[in-house]
């Protein structure tokens, strides 16, 4: 019997409490072959919370310059075949990678995302199935035109996909994923898992609740970088 392809999940962390709930959720995992980088971006607080995994996980410290240099820090010393990301304060379901894996395998697609839901402080779960669903391509390419509908920790990835349109941009600090994926979005088909698989977690500490107008003007910026080719793009879908 053939071993699975190896995941690498990246955890860039900073000052995060909850990052030992993150690395643990990784841990639990039901998928046989999971490759764990913690990416301590220069982190301050909290560095005890590594300490009882530190013989289970691949751990770089790193001057702290930002998630998309975490990231590609660890795509960097990554082995693996495919990538996830998980932010350091949420939390994998056990079988997150394993139904990805078996999605991408049934649809031949070598990128995946899924549902989710929001947790709080606690972690109790504040919502339902956070989901959407698009009637076509053309529809999903016109929303993500708008705003960026996919959460980075749902995501699964063959890293070929890094090998034909690049890695994370460091410049940018709050909309990284969003502009990978939109440099992804003309070059590969993508699947979806309409069950969540992952728990967000929102609290007061979250970049994108302190960072909230910094990262509305990064968002139109990334938003306007892309337009020509998404507008390319969705004039061809839908055959005009």
């Known amino acids: 019997m053939s071993e699975e392809p190896k995941v690498s999940v990246i955890i860039p962390f900073y000052n995060c409490s909850y990052v030992d709930l993150a690395i643990q959720s990784v841990l639990n995992q039901s998928y046989p072959n999971v490759e764990l980088i913690v990416v301590d971006d220069g982190s301050t607080l909290w ?22 240099s975490a990231l590609n820090k ?92 690049g890695t ?10 969003y502009d990978l994926w939109l440099r992804i979005l003309p070059h590969f088909s993508w699947s979806y898992i309409e069950h969540p698989q992952l728990d967000y977690r929102v609290h007061q500490e979250m970049g994108s609740v302190i960072h909230s107008e910094a990262q509305k003007r990064e968002i139109e910026l990334v938003q306007a970088k892309h337009h020509g080719v998404l507008s390319h793009l969705l004039l061809k879908e839908r055959g005009e």
């Open 47 to 68: 560095l005890e919370k590594l300490t009882p995994f530190r013989d289970r996980i691949i751990y770089i410290q790193k001057d702290n310059s930002g998630t998309a």
């Open 74 to 165: 660890g795509i960097e010393v990554a082995t693996g075949t495919y990538f996830a990301w998980l932010s350091a304060d949420d939390q994998f379901h056990p079988d997150k990678i394993k139904n990805q894996i078996e999605k991408l395998k049934s649809t031949g697609t070598l990128f995946n995302y899924t549902a989710y839901y929001y947790i709080n402080e606690q972690g109790e779960r504040i919502s339902d199935t956070v989901s959407m669903l698009f009637s076509s391509r053309a529809h999903f390419i016109e929303t993500m035109m708008l705003g960026c509908p996919v959460n980075g920790s749902t995501v699964l990835l063959h890293m070929d996909i890094f090998r034909a349109v």
């Open 168 to 177: 994370f941009d460091e410049m940018l600090l709050y909309t990284q994923d």
